[in-house]
């Protein structure tokens, strides 16, 4: 069986619009590699998509936990990336 080299990332709100409506992705770990800081990964994530204006203020959950930007992502997580809200 092959380890997953890569991490699921589900997109909601401005995040998902911003990518015409593309509600998941894979972000594919670069070879050698099996874990990733959030902060790593949302700095290589605005360099690929520029045009996705929340990214860099967006709260990341993995596995269900919301995580700080020194949090190790592994290869096999499950990324939840929202943007900011506010309601009433």
Known sequence: MTAKKHISISLFGALKEDLGGKSQMQFQLTEGTTSIS???????????????????????????????????????????????????
């Open 38 to 88: 959030v902060k790593e990964l949302l700095e290589t994530l605005v360099l690929l998509y520029p045009e996705v204006k929340y990214l860099p203020v967006c709260k990341v959950a993995a596995n269900l936990d919301v995580v700080t930007d020194d949090s190790m992502i592994k290869a096999g997580d499950e990324l939840v990336l929202m943007p900011p809200f506010a309601g009433g």
